[in-house]
C-alpha cells in the first residue's frame, strides 16, 4: 500500500499527461467558440468611437431631432475616430440600420475639419453638419447611430432568424424580400436528413455485406469503402464535377445510349442534386464504419435461430437483426446529419445557387460581407439546432446506445 | 419394442470446397422419442450432420428424410425443428418472455394463448417468474434455460441441440444433463444431441453414434458401446483402454491367439481377422486383475509396478510387462490398502473376453 500522498502526486502526474490536450482542446475549440458566441452579441465598436454622442443621444428628443450637444459630440468624435482608423467600422455598423450611412459618416468625418472655424466663430454644429450632408437633418440617422451604439444586441440573432425591429422596438418579420436564413436553415434540414436517409439506405446494406463477407472479401469492400476515405474531399468533389457536368462523363453516355438527347442534356451539378450526390458519397464512410462495427458483433446465429424457431427472413430481419443493428443506425446517422448540417466545401464548390446551405452563408458573412457578428449569431443558431436535436435523438434511442466504433 | 422411425440420413454427403468430404456416405435413422447423441471430436462432421437436418446446411448429396419426406427443398423456417445453439443464441434486445413468444409470434398465435404457452414452459424448465429479465441479466445456466425452453415452446417433434452445455461450468453441466433427459422424457420429443464429451453422451443418451472423420464408427446404446466397442477409436474415445499392437497366430470359435512383441495373449475376435494379419488389442484397465489368482484368467503375465495414483475409489497403476510399457490397470479401493507398491513385480492377468481384437490402426487417433 503507498502511503496517500504518493498516490495524490502520481494522479497529478498522470494529470499532467493530460495537459497539453486540455490546453490544445481550449485553445482551438472553447476559445474560438466562446469568442464567435460573444461576437455574435456583443458589439462595442460604435459604442467605443462615440461614447459622446452617444451619451447625448439618451433621452426624449425634442421635434425629432436630437438636442444640440449630440451634434457638438459627434463632430469632434468623428475626426477622432477617423484618425484612429475607427471610423470604417463604425460607418459599416451604422449603415447596417441606416442604409446610405456609411458614406454620409465618412465624407463628415473628413469635411468636419473645414467647418471647424465657422464653428469657433459661434455657429451651432445643428446648421453645419446639414451643409455636410442632408441626412443629419433626418431623425433616422441619428437613431440608427443611436441603434448601433449599443454594446450589446440581439440583433444578429433577430436577422439570423428574418426578424427584426421596428420603429417601436416591437419583434417583427422581415419584409418578404429579406428573408432569407430561416428558408436557408430549413434547406439545411432538408438536405441533411436527405442525405442521412441516402447514406442509410446505401450504407446499411454495404455494411451489411462487410460485416458477413468471407475475411477476404471484407478486408477488401473495406478498403473501398476507405479510400476514397483518404483521397482528399476537393478531389473527390471535383471528380464529381468531371462526372456530372452537361459536357461529363454521365450525360455523355446517357446521350451515347440515347436515354437523353443531345439538346437536353441533364443538369446534374450546381444545384440541389450535385450537393446531394457529392454529400451523399462523401459522407458515405461515416455511415458505413460504425455501421459495420455493430453489424460484425451481431451473431450469424442468430438469424439461424430465428429461422429455426419459424421466422421467414423477412420476419426474422425485421424483429432479430434490425433491432440489433440499431445502435448503428443512430450512430452512423447521428454522425452523417451533424455532419452534413455543417458541411460548407462540397455544397459550395457543386451546389450552384440552389444547392447553397447555412455554412455556405456563414462564410459569405465571415469573408466577404465581413459582418461577423451575423455570421456568429448564424452559427450560434446551428448550434443550438444541433443540440436540441441531440437531446432529442438522445430521449427518443439514448445516447447510451450509440456505437461509434 | 417396435421402432417408428422419425429421421432417415440416406447416404447423405457434404463436401464445402468440392473436393474433400466433411461427411462420407451417412446412414443413419433416428427413432421417434429417442434420444440420439452424435458423438465425436471436433472436425468429425457431427455438426454438419445436425445442421444439415436443421436445414442451415444442404446436403451435397443423399437425401435426409423426415416422416418419411425428404426435407431437401425445405427452408429451416419450414421444418418445425427446435434447435438449442452451441452459445444459446438468445435475442438480447428481448425480454425471456420475449424470446420465448417470438415463435409462437411468428405463427401468427393470439396474446392469450401465447403468454399461457411461455408460462408453461418457463414451469418446465424451472425459470417462473424470470419473464421481464434479458438474457444479459441471467446466469449461464438460466440462459441455457431459456434457449432450450425456446426450442420447446413451440411443441416441435423434434430438437436438435448443438455442445448446448460447452460453455457452463462442470457442475452445473452435470446439472443440465440431468434436466435436459428429464425434459426430453416428459414431452416424450425426438432429441438430436451433439457433443465431444463422451461422459455427456453416456449419462443422457438412449444411443450414441461415435463419428470420426465424417463417418459413423458405431451406434449403439451407452452400455454396447463401453462393453463392445467394434472399432478401435471407439475403444479409445469411450471410456479407457489400453490398446495394444499385434499379429494374429491363430483363430478358434470367435476367439484368437495374438502376439503382441514377443508376449501370446487371447482375445475375442471381434474384427474379421484372418491370421498372420495385424490387429489392435483393446483391455479395459478395470477389467484387469493385479495380484490375483492368476489361474482365472487367459492371459496371465508378471509385470513391474512402474507408478502408482490415487484416486479416491481406485487406485490407477502403470505397470510393464515385457516391452510393452505403460499398462493402464485401475485397482478398487475395497480394502482401503492397494497391496501394491512402485517397483513391485506382481501377477497380471485378464479374461480372454475381456481382451477384443479389432482392426489394425497404425496410430489410434486421440479424442479431442
Not at chain 1, 430481419?317 to 460548407?344: D, E, K, M, N, T
Request: net charge negative; charged share 20%.
Amino acid at each position: 500500500m503507498r502511503p496517500a500522498s504518493d498516490r495524490a502526486a502520481r494522479r497529478l502526474r498522470a494529470g499532467g499527461l493530460a495537459l497539453p490536450l486540455v490546453a490544445f482542446i481550449f485553445l482551438s475549440f472553447l476559445a474560438p467558440l466562446g469568442n464567435l458566441l460573444t461576437r455574435s452579441v456583443h458589439e462595442p465598436v460604435v459604442a467605443d468611437a462615440l461614447p459622446e454622442t452617444l451619451r447625448a443621444l439618451e433621452g426624449e428628443w425634442s421635434g425629432g431631432l436630437p438636442p444640440d450637444a449630440a451634434f457638438d459630440a459627434i463632430a469632434h468624435e468623428l475626426p477622432v475616430a477617423r484618425e484612429t482608423r475607427q471610423i470604417g467600422p463604425t460607418a459599416t455598423r451604422v449603415n447596417r440600420r441606416e442604409s446610405g450611412m456609411r458614406s454620409v459618416i465618412v465624407k463628415t468625418a473628413r469635411r468636419v475639419a473645414r467647418l471647424e472655424s465657422r464653428a469657433q466663430a459661434g455657429e451651432p454644429w445643428r446648421q453645419l453638419l446639414p451643409e455636410i450632408d442632408e441626412a443629419w437633418e433626418r431623425p433616422e440617422s441619428w437613431q440608427a447611430i443611436r441603434a448601433a451604439g449599443e454594446r450589446f444586441t440581439d440583433r444578429h440573432y433577430l436577422n439570423a432568424l428574418d426578424l427584426d425591429r421596428d420603429a417601436n422596438g416591437d419583434v417583427v418579420r422581415q419584409p418578404p424580400e429579406r428573408r432569407i436564413y430561416v428558408a436557408l436553415f430549413l434547406r439545411t434540414l432538408v438536405v441533411s436528413l436527405g442525405v442521412t436517409v441516402l447514406c442509410l439506405l446505401i450504407g446499411y446494406p454495404l455494411a451489411h455485406l462487410i460485416a458477413n463477407a468471407s475475411a477476404g472479401t471484407s478486408r477488401m469492400l473495406l478498403l473501398l469503402v476507405l479510400v476514397p476515405f483518404w483521397t482528399s474531399l476537393l478531389v473527390r468533389t471535383t471528380a464529381w464535377i468531371v462526372l456530372l457536368q452537361q459536357q461529363g462523363t454521365v450525360n455523355d453516355l446517357l446521350v451515347w445510349i440515347g436515354l437523353v438527347p443531345d439538346d437536353a442534356r441533364l443538369s446534374m451539378i450546381y444545384n440541389m442534386t450535385g450537393t446531394f450526390v457529392a454529400m451523399t458519397h462523401v459522407l458515405l464512410p461515416f455511415m458505413v464504419l460504425p455501421l459495420y462495427s455493430v453489424m460484425r458483433s451481431i451473431p450469424n446465429v442468430h438469424m439461424d435461430a430465428a429461422a429455426s424457431l419459424g421466422a421467414n427472413p423477412t420476419q426474422a430481419f425485421v424483429r432479430v437483426y434490425w433491432p440489433q443493428s440499431l445502435p448503428g443506425v443512430a450512430a452512423g446517422s447521428l454522425l452523417v446529419f451533424i455532419l452534413s448540417i455543417g458541411y460548407y466545401i462540397t455544397p459550395a464548390l457543386v451546389g450552384g445557387q440552389s444547392g447553397q446551405l447555412i455554412s455556405n452563408m456563414i462564410a459569405h458573412h465571415m469573408q466577404t460581407s465581413l459582418n461577423w457578428g451575423l455570421a456568429a449569431a448564424l452559427g450560434g443558431v446551428l448550434l443550438l439546432a444541433v443540440l436540441a436535436l441531440y437531446l432529442i435523438f438522445d430521449r427518443l434511442v439514448g445516447i447510451d446506445k450509440l456505437r461509434l466504433g | 419394442m417396435p421402432t417408428d422411425v422419425h429421421v432417415v440420413y440416406e447416404d447423405v454427403r457434404k463436401s464445402y470446397d468440392g473436393s474433400t468430404w466433411v461427411v462420407h456416405g451417412l446412414d443413419l435413422e433416428v427413432h421417434r422419442g429417442e434420444f440420439l447423441t452424435l458423438l465425436g471430436p471436433s472436425g468429425s462432421g457431427k455438426t454438419t450432420c445436425l445442421m444439415m437436418l436443421a436445414g442451415f446446411e444442404a446436403a451435397t448429396e443423399g437425401a435426409i428424410r423426415i416422416d418419411g419426406e425428404s426435407v431437401q427443398d425445405l427452408p429451416p423456417d419450414k421444418r418445425g425443428i427446435g434447435v438449442v445453439f452451441q452459445n444459446y443464441a438468445l435475442f438480447p434486445h428481448m425480454t425471456v418472455a420475449g424470446n420465448l413468444a417470438f415463435p409462437l409470434e411468428v405463427r401468427g398465435m393470439a396474446p392469450a394463448e401465447r403468454a399461457e404457452r411461455v408460462e408453461r414452459v418457463l414451469r418446465l424448465v424451472r425459470l417462473e417468474g424470470m419473464e421481464a429479465r434479458r438474457p444479459a441479466q441471467l446466469s449461464g445456466g438460466q440462459q441455457q434455460r431459456v434457449a432450450i425452453a425456446r426450442a420447446l415452446v413451440f411443441e416441435p417433434e423434434l430438437v436438435l441441440m448443438d455442445e448446448p452445455l460447452g460453455a457452463l461450468d462442470r457442475r452445473l453441466r452435470e446439472e443440465m444433463q440431468y434436466e435436459i433427459r428429464r425434459i426430453q422424457r416428459e414431452l416424450g420429443v425426438t432429441v438430436v444431441y451433439v457433443t465431444h464429451d463422451q461422459q455427456e453422451a453416456m449419462v443422457m443418451s438412449d444411443r450414441v453414434a461415435v463419428f470420426n472423420e465424417g463417418r459413423i464408427e458405431q451406434i449403439d446404446p451407452p452400455e454396447v458401446l463401453y462393453e463392445e466397442p467394434e472399432r478401435a477409436f471407439v475403444a479409445r474415445f469411450i471410456g479407457e483402454n489400453n490398446l495394444l499392437h499385434g499379429t494374429v497366430l491363430g483363430l478358434r470359435d470367435g476367439f484368437c491367439d495374438v502376439d503382441v512383441g514377443g508376449i501370446a495373449m487371447r482375445a475375442a475376435c471381434i474384427a474379421p481377422l484372418k491370421v498372420g494379419e495385424p490387429t489392435t488389442l483393446a483391455i479395459r484397465p478395470e477389467r484387469v486383475g493385479v495380484g490375483d489368482s492368476p489361474d482365472r484368467y487367459a492371459n496371465d503375465f508378471e509385470a513391474t509396478v512402474d507408478d502408482i495414483t490415487f484416486l479416491g475409489d481406485h487406485l490407477r497403476v502403470n505397470l510393464s510387462i515385457g516391452e510393452i510399457k505403460d499398462f493402464v490397470a485401475k485397482i478398487p479401493n475395497v480394502t482401503g490398502q492397494g497391496g501394491v507398491l512402485e517397483g513391485d513385480r506382481v501377477r497380471l492377468g485378464w479374461a480372454a473376453l475381456n481382451c477384443r481384437a479389432l482392426e489394425a490402426v497404425a496410430e489410434v487417433p486421440s479424442p479431442q
